[in-house]
């Protein structure tokens, strides 16, 4: 994250795909948009296309002000949703609503996993 943008907390909306096939520029009015990537990406290459955005984020991304904007393939978007998932423990997303034909703001509180029996416990307890 750049000096400026530590000091003046402006928001951005995270990307991971630029695509014509979606009109993401409502999602503009939350924060200047920042693609992860301006390339066709296949999913057969996921391994790769998450790692790249993972670094991206882990060197950019500021949980408390910015937003991810869930557009694209479902596979990345599910592969990518689980590592931001690790890294920050609460996230900003931007979902498009066809209804209103807009983005609406969901915040997501992940509770913290130490291992994976620590998550089936969780689930047996509700």
Do not use: H
């Not at 995270?14 to 200047?32: C, H, L, M």
């Not at 790249?52 to 599910?78: A, W």
């Not at 498009?96 to 689930?123: A, G, H, V, W």
Request: with cysteine; aromatic share 12%.
């Amino acid at each position: 994250m750049s000096e400026s943008q530590s000091l003046t907390n402006l928001p951005r909306v995270f990307v991971p795909i630029r695509t014509d096939r979606y009109d993401i520029s409502q999602a503009g009015k939350f924060g200047e948009i920042i693609y992860l990537s301006n390339e066709n990406i296949s999913p057969f290459n996921i391994n790769e296309v998450v790692w790249k955005f993972i670094n991206s984020l882990r060197n950019n991304f500021n949980p408390e002000v910015d937003y991810i904007c869930m557009t694209g393939n479902s596979l990345i978007l599910c592969w990518l949703s689980t590592a931001i998932s690790i890294l920050y423990p609460k996230v900003k997303i931007l979902l498009y609503d066809s209804r209103s034909e807009d983005y609406q703001e969901r915040e997501f509180e992940i509770p913290s996993l130490t291992s994976r029996s620590t998550l089936l416990e969780k689930n047996n307890g509700q």
